[in-house]
């Protein structure tokens, strides 16, 4: 007897040619179907039997796909295969990515671990230190939180102003998180500043490394570790040699001054104050009888509290207003007056930057012959005194300048009345 054939009851056709896969769905007599994929391979006939028409039709696309590009036998994925896959695929979703784009992050993730760490150790320690920062800022933020701290500090409002400039100059070529911002990123940012010298440019990265050291006292930035910005590169200054005054050129500088100048001028050539801790200073803070001038640690630039001289010859340009209370420098930005006076006094060049500093330290030095205590009143380093302003003026000319006293009857222009009045209720009849 003949052996009954299974009957067919459909034909589907995966690919065209050479590369066509014939799909037959097959009653068995257990009343189950079954999908018998054929096609021809290395002039053979080939078969392949299977439960499911999702998998036939799968694997006939990846047969005919091999059969047009000349692939080997034995590539095609199975039914575990398919399933593996559509769970991969799933778990990817739940995080909102592709199951590719969940592959690249994984190997980049194990690529940084190395080989030895696992990854669940490398996300686990990220966690543990991540957890440590109370919030996320970006560095726009941390700037206008910086300056508003500074303005409320009581620090000058220049330093305010320039800080703040400096910062939203920063702010618009780094932006982002300021727990992402890098040392090569503050190191593109300062080299890009162009019509800048290295002085001007250290500025600026002062002004970045205090504002990320607040950033991490406010726990935005990793407590144990250095910032960013500390990293950053800062720029080799070239040595230069300082520049002073004559005592004649001083004297002239001071004769020529106007009344809301002169304080200043005096008590930087004489007591080596620099001009930002003048402004900050109050009359109430020379002490006349003690014979020395305080400055406040919150008033001194190093933050540290020093006692600068007050000299014989300072008070004399000074007496004037020695009755006076409250701020000595009233005027907004004293710059443009300094320069005026220089010409005024016929200053071979102008009005020299920082000259008054360097003068009295220079004439200090020589005067005493002490290194360590000049460098106490002036509020720097020995190392700096030593190296920059010893051996630079004698003996005699310190004395002399020391000895630079206004002239008898000696009135400086644009004196406040009230201040004249007591002068010549003072005089002697």
């Not at 003068?359 to 030095?365: L, T």
């Amino acid at each position: 007897m003949a052996r009954k054939r299974k009957r067919r009851n459909g034909v589907v056709e995966i690919g065209t040619g050479p590369a066509r896969v014939k799909i037959y769905t097959v009653n068995r007599k257990d009343g189950y179907p079954m999908f018998s994929l054929y096609w021809r391979e290395d002039g053979r006939r080939r078969t392949k039997h299977l439960a499911c028409m999702d998998e036939a039709r799968l694997i006939a696309q990846q047969v005919s796909v091999r059969l047009e590009n000349g692939f080997a036998t034995g590539t095609e994925a199975t039914k575990r295969n398919l399933e593996l896959l559509r769970h991969c695929e799933k778990v990817a979703e739940k995080f909102g990515v592709s199951l590719t784009a969940a592959m690249d992050e994984w190997a980049s993730a194990r690529k940084t671990a190395g080989d030895d760490i696992p990854l669940s150790d490398a996300v686990r320690f990220y966690a543990a230190n991540r957890s440590i920062l109370t919030a996320v800022k970006t560095v726009e933020e941390v700037a206008a939180e910086f300056v508003e701290s500074r303005r409320l500090s009581g620090v000058s409002d220049h330093y305010v102003r320039a800080c703040g400039l400096n910062l939203k100059r920063f702010c618009r070529s780094v932006t982002g998180n300021i727990d992402e911002v890098t040392a090569p990123d503050i190191n593109r940012f300062l080299t890009g500043l162009e019509g800048l010298g290295p002085v001007s440019r250290n500025t600026i990265r002062r002004n970045i490394v205090t504002m990320f050291r607040f950033a991490k006292k406010q726990g935005y930035l990793h407590p144990d570790r250095k910032t960013a910005a500390e990293q950053s590169e800062t720029f080799k200054v070239p040595d230069k040699a300082v520049t002073i005054y004559t005592p004649d050129e001083m004297e002239r500088i001071l004769l020529a001054a106007n009344a809301r100048l002169l304080p200043l001028l005096a008590i930087g050539a004489f007591a080596g104050i620099r001009s930002a801790e003048i402004r900050r200073l109050d009359w109430e803070d020379i002490k006349w009888d003690r014979g020395h001038i305080e400055i406040a640690g919150k008033k001194a630039k190093t933050a540290a509290r020093r006692l600068a001289p007050l000299t014989e010859n300072l008070k004399a340009w000074l007496a004037p207003w020695r009755q006076e209370s409250g701020q000595i420098i009233t005027m907004a930005d004293p710059s443009g007056a300094m320069g005026d006076t220089a010409i005024k006094a016929q200053i071979p060049g102008g009005w020299r930057q920082n000259a008054l500093r360097h003068s009295f330290i220079s004439y200090r030095v020589a005067e005493t012959g002490d290194v360590a205590r000049t460098s106490l009143e002036a509020g720097n380093s020995p190392k700096i005194v030593f190296r920059n302003y010893r051996e630079v003026v004698d003996e005699i000319a310190a004395k002399e300048w020391f000895s630079i006293t206004p002239p008898e009857g000696w009135e400086p222009s644009g004196l406040k009345w009230s201040i004249r009045e007591l002068l010549r209720r003072n005089l002697p009849s």
